[in-house]
């Protein structure tokens, strides 16, 4: 990772004279660079992001620019983290008389949001993410995020409509990324944008995504990477009946996924995506549940079996 540092507390680093590595005219494929070409597009994302006076504002992907400059006029401070080294060093040069604004040179899939991290000014206070993201990057810089120890109060971001619906879809039809995602944050859809809007134009349609983040989980989890990797299983087969799904994402036999699913009170016939979370949260207690009583039955069969060892010995 790279700082390119305004700060008056720390040092400032120059543009290289004359070495700078200026951005090429041709958008890069590989971090999925679309620009932002509709400036009544980044309004409304600016607008969507409801940012107060004062606001410490964090964009993931400035790239050129395109809602930048607006954040900038509204936000109180603004961290850009932006992975193209020759934007960032635009972006460096463009804000360097501007002390509020700190450029990070980084990939944001790899920033270390805990306390000696990357991002000291997220502990102090408050902050929103704003960003059009890259597609290829959208999931991973979303749930870094989500997952952090102090996680933003908002995040508007743009990614593909497919990711979108799928974060934000409503009981019923929830799939793994929606049932990770809403543990975390309510997500609501704001508005679609269109291909056009970009340059160069994808190939699908965008949508600007709201994530404003929960006061507590829905959930009283004990172990949260151990509960993500439960749903996971319990979506191996999506399409198949919820006993015949667990049994393959748990390598078990399916009447003991269905032993699971009748300790958890729920019908093993029901398709995956149409429990909700706390649904989930029930068929993961009760495997747990099943698992600590194997577990403390293990001991009794053992001094069981040495009791008849000795038997026989005598
Ligand atoms: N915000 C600009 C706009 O709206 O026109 C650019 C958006 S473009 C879809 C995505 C931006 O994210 C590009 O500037 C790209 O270089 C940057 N980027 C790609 N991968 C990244 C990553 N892993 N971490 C940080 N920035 C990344």
Redesign the pocket.
């Known amino acids: 990772m790279k700082v390119h540092d305004h700060s008056p507390t720390k040092s400032r680093r120059p543009p290289r004279p004359g070495g700078n590595r200026r951005p090429s005219g041709s958008p890069?494929k590989s971090?999925?660079?679309?620009?932002?070409r509709d400036p009544e597009i980044?309004v409304r994302i600016v607008e969507a992001a409801r940012i107060e006076p004062g606001e410490l504002v964090l964009?993931?992907?400035?790239?050129?620019?395109?809602?930048?400059e607006m954040l900038v006029n509204r936000a109180g401070r603004m961290v850009l983290?932006?992975?193209?080294g020759a934007?960032a060093d635009m972006l460096t040069e463009r804000y360097l008389e501007n002390q509020n604004i700190r450029v990070i040179e980084?990939?944001?899939?790899d920033l270390d949001l805990s306390e000696s991290g990357d991002l000291p000014e997220i502990l102090e206070r408050s902050y929103k993410v704003v960003?059009?993201?890259?597609y290829?990057?959208a999931s991973p810089?979303i749930r870094r995020f989500l997952e952090a120890d102090n996680p933003p109060a908002e995040m508007v971001v743009m990614v593909q409509r497919e990711v979108a619906r799928e974060m934000a879809a409503p009981e019923g039809r929830m799939g793994l990324l929606s049932v990770a995602t809403q543990y975390y944050a309510d997500v609501e859809v704001v508005f679609d944008v269109p291909a056009a809007a970009f340059i160069p134009p994808p190939k699908v349609v965008s949508s600007v995504i709201r994530l404003v983040k929960r006061a507590s989980p829905p959930l009283e989890i004990d172990d949260e990477p151990a509960f993500f990797s439960f749903v996971r299983a319990g979506f191996k087969a999506p399409r198949k009946q919820l006993h015949n799904s667990l049994a393959r994402g748990l390598l078990i036999e399916i009447p003991e996924a269905a032993g699971i699913i009748a300790r958890a009170g729920l019908d093993p016939v029901r398709r995956p995506r149409t429990l909700s979370t706390a649904e989930w949260g029930r068929l993961y207690e009760a495997r747990a549940g099943m698992q600590e009583r194997a577990a403390s039955a293990a001991p009794a069969l053992v001094g069981e079996e040495a009791a008849d060892d000795r038997q026989a010995g005598a």
């Open positions: 890069k971090l999925g660079q679309h620009f932002l980044a964009e993931i992907g400035p790239g050129r620019g395109a809602i930048t983290v932006e992975l193209d934007l980084s990939d944001a899939r960003a059009n993201l890259p290829y990057a810089i």
